[in-house]
């Protein structure tokens, strides 16, 4: 079906507006934090469940800086792509959060003849499992994510996107729920609706046209 509607795409937050890892995310840090300082000694001090959730929506470097700081550039790689490995295997088998209603919303909005991107800060193994083991990747016109060589950060994401698909800003809306999600549509005066269902807080959903309190009020896009 042609979209006839005002938006004509939809960027998509990945974790906090499709899926939470809250449930699995210390466990997994906590397993390989221990693991690479019984092998190297550091950190001294393990994040707890606060510190991590307070990082999570940033880029993947971004976080490491912030939660080990001590550690060389090599060593926080190593260890996130450990945690990488371990979510994206936790995830393939089920575990972790999808926000109730979530799947059934996207495909509308892609029935709809809208297109689908998503707009992660997270890495392309970890998202692609996310949207795959809800079955809806396959709705998704593109997966893009941070290669931190053109694309650095979710703002960049977005102006690339755009660009590449030939979509004016007034064509364009961004779900999600922390503030890197309201920059990215903000920086390029695309429509922010929050997802107050998500990880971030009221100051996180300024500016945006509408915040939702479940995944199902999405659908208002199809009326606007």
Do not use: W
């Not at 001590?70 to 926080?76: G, P, T």
């Not at 971030?200 to 046209?209: K, L, N, P, S």
Request: glycine share 6%; proline share 4%.
């Amino acid at each position: 079906m042609k979209s006839e509607h005002r938006f004509k795409a939809v960027f998509f937050d990945v974790d906090g507006t499709i899926f939470s890892s809250e449930g699995i995310i210390l466990e997994v840090y906590h397993d390989n934090f221990q693991e690479f300082k019984r092998r190297t000694g550091k950190p001294e001090k393990l994040p707890g469940l606060d510190e991590i959730m307070a990082q999570i929506g940033k880029p993947v470097r971004t976080i490491f800086d912030n939660l080990v700081p001590e550690l060389e550039f090599n060593e926080k790689e190593e260890l996130s792509n450990a945690i990488l490995s371990d979510l994206v295997g936790r995830i393939e088998k089920g575990k972790g959060h999808y926000y109730e209603g979530i799947t059934e919303a996207v495909k509308k909005l892609a029935e709809a003849g809208m297109m689908i991107f998503a707009a992660s800060n997270g890495r392309k193994p970890y998202v692609d499992a996310i949207l795959k083991a809800c079955s809806i990747y396959d709705l998704f016109t593109e997966v893009p994510v941070l290669d931190y060589e053109h694309i650095h950060t979710k703002i960049e994401l977005v102006a690339r996107t755009m660009e590449k698909y030939g979509l004016s800003p007034e064509q364009c809306v961004l779900l999600g729920d922390r503030e890197s999600d309201r920059q990215a549509a903000l920086q390029n005066n695309v429509s922010y609706v929050a997802c107050a269902y998500g990880h971030g807080d009221a100051d996180e959903h300024r500016d945006a046209i509408r915040i939702l309190q479940k995944p199902e009020e999405m659908n208002f896009l199809l009326e606007v």
